[in-house]
């Protein structure tokens, strides 16, 4: 397996060119197709009120600034990608979410961002993480913000037998074969250890330069043992499962894919 097209969620946010620039690098390195994507949902009226114009007058100037939108994230996107050979652009006025749904079908991987507090995009643009991670059925790579380079050259394996994490690991082994480094990394207060080796020695048959790692809990939540593996290892990517629960009961209750998009300081690589 391989990634021959890389598809990027591109939006006005000031940390869109950083997350352009590092999927750009990881398609140059890989030698895969980059696709830039990007929607803009025109904020129209809810209601006709009083108004000073003819109302199709106001409906085509707010079209008309959602497209100068567009226009101007395409701008970020070629500058920002404008070293690979292999480039496409694909954008719609409608719903972010929806449309890259839609537009996913052309991609081995989707990079989107998880947004600071100040990130400044606009309400029509955004992505959610979790969101796509649950509509896309495709491997999602998600960048905090700031993180402007992935070389994914030692990468931490968050561990548990369950459907979504084996297929993290499919979906993964691209940039597991070309790390130095990875780690098959397990939390449980009993005997696994059996486990976590048997995933590393499956990793070795792809060529991956795997060990295993068996942690009892801290006391904290998994995801803050994750992270704190993570650190250990010096890893720059988190290969995981995701919403192995559903995203409500996550969202009621906390829970390790949730607590990884909102805190996690490096890139996360998530399958649902």
């Not at 050259?153 to 548990?160: D, E, F, I, Q, S």
Request: proline letters at 4%; one cysteine or more.
């Amino acid at each position: 397996m391989s990634y021959a097209s890389i598809m990027v969620a591109a939006d006005d946010g000031r940390h869109a060119p950083a997350r352009v620039r590092l999927a750009a690098e990881l398609a140059h390195r890989l030698g895969a197709r980059l696709v830039g994507t990007a929607a803009c949902m025109p904020d129209y009226p809810r209601g006709y009120g009083e108004t000073a114009v003819p109302m199709g007058m106001v409906i085509e100037e707010i079209r008309q600034a959602a497209l100068n939108r567009l226009a101007g994230v395409e701008r970020v996107f070629r500058h920002a990608s404008c070293l690979n050979d292999c480039v496409e652009w694909r954008a719609d006025l409608g719903s972010p979410a929806s449309f890259l749904e839609g537009q996913s079908r052309a991609a081995d991987l989707v990079v989107v961002g998880r947004y600071a507090d100040d990130e400044g995009v606009t309400i029509g643009m955004s992505v959610d993480a979790g969101d796509v991670l649950m509509r896309l059925g495709k491997p999602i790579l998600v960048v905090p913000a700031g993180v402007e380079h992935l070389e994914a050259r030692r990468v931490l394996v968050g561990w548990k037998n369950t459907p979504q994490t084996r297929r993290a690991v499919s979906d993964a082994l691209p940039m597991l074969r070309r790390a130095e480094a990875v780690q098959v990394f397990r939390v449980s207060d009993g005997d696994d250890r059996a486990e976590v080796e048997d995933v590393a020695r499956y990793l070795a048959l792809h060529d991956v330069n795997a060990t295993a790692h068996l942690a009892k809990p801290s006391g904290w939540t998994v995801a803050d043992d994750v992270r704190k593996a993570t650190r250990d290892f010096d890893a720059d990517l988190i290969v995981t499962g995701a919403y192995g629960y559903s995203r409500l009961r996550e969202w009621f209750f906390g829970g390790v894919t949730r607590d990884l998009l909102a805190q996690a300081s490096v890139c996360c690589l998530l399958s649902h």
